[in-house]
Structures are given as structure tokens and as C-alpha cells.
């Protein structure tokens, strides 16, 4: 009994370790048969590059991910995508330096 509950512990732990080393920094994407829409999360783009002509993505280990719902085709770095998230760079600053009043 004691090594099938070693086997199974340790079945786990690789499945779980497997799922999170694919979540990571991965794009993942999950579609709908009935429909072209994807949803999709990957890395946002680095602040310091949305500017320029080569967006880059940060590390995955930032914790910073779009939770992209629409066409399957869309790309983290895309000209879309740059421009949403330099709009929402811009409302972010504000809500960063709003009164608490």
C-alpha cells in the first residue's frame, strides 16, 4: 500500500509539474468549435518596448498576462494588441496617481 501511494504522489506531482511548465510562458489557447474566437493568454508587452518597432513580451515569471478573448489569429505582439495595452498604460498612470478622496 505504501509504495502505490509513493507511485501515485509522484504521479501528481510530475502531471502538475508538466501542466505548470507548459502554463508558463506559453501561449495557450483554447477554441470554440462553433464559433473563430479563441481564448487566449500570453505574456503582455514589455512597457519600455511598446513604443518601439519590435515589441517584446516579459518573462513569464512576471505575472503580467493578457486574458485575450476574440480571433484565433491574434498575436501578442501584434499592432492590436500594441495599441490596447499603451491605452491601458495610459489610464493605469491615472488610476496610480488618483486622491482617495
Known sequence: MKKFAATLSAVVLVGSLAASALAAGEIKAESEE????????FPAIRQRSLSTNDPQLKSSASGDVIDFYGSCDESPTGQDQVIQQRHDEEFRFGRDYEDGE
Do not use: P, V, W
Not at 462553433?34 to 493568454?41: A, E, I, V
Open 34 to 41: 462553433s464559433s473563430q474566437n479563441c481564448h487566449l493568454k
